[in-house]
């Protein structure tokens, strides 16, 4: 990312910038566009998600997702105890 911003800054523009890059190094434009955004949003350059945001989101996605499972677990254990208890009760 800094090789894009060293050319942007020696040809004034940005036009082109992340083709020649991309090209340079071997890896795709889009892939490479997508990695300077990312950089310039992290560096408060541009408005969006941080990576450090979207790391956080995921693992407190996964968290709701494992309390979530055991919660689920729960309901059916309480739910079968509850019946036993009613079983037993009747007898």
Same mark, same amino acid.
């Given at each position: 990312?800094?090789?894009?911003?060293?050319?942007? +800054? &020696? %040809?004034? @523009? &940005?036009?082109? @910038?992340?083709?020649?890059? !991309?090209?340079? %190094? /071997?890896? /795709?434009? *889009?892939?490479?566009?997508?990695?300077?955004?990312?950089?310039? $949003?992290?560096? /408060?350059? +541009?408005? /969006?998600?941080?990576?450090? &945001?979207? #790391?956080?989101?995921? &693992? %407190?996605?996964? *968290?709701?997702?494992?309390? #979530?499972? +055991?919660?689920? $677990?729960?309901?059916? !254990? +309480?739910?079968?105890?509850? !019946?036993?208890?009613?079983?037993?009760?009747? #007898?």
């Amino acid at each position: 990312m800094r090789m894009v911003r060293t050319l942007r +800054a &020696e %040809l004034g @523009t &940005e036009q082109g @910038t992340v083709q020649r890059v !991309a090209r340079q %190094l /071997g890896y /795709g434009v *889009e892939s490479v566009r997508t990695w300077v955004r990312q950089v310039d $949003i992290d560096e /408060g350059l +541009a408005p /969006g998600v941080t990576t450090s &945001e979207s #790391k956080k989101v995921k &693992e %407190l996605e996964q *968290e709701i997702r494992e309390l #979530k499972r +055991a919660n689920e $677990i729960l309901k059916r !254990a +309480a739910s079968f105890f509850g !019946a036993e208890l009613d079983r037993q009760h009747k #007898k």
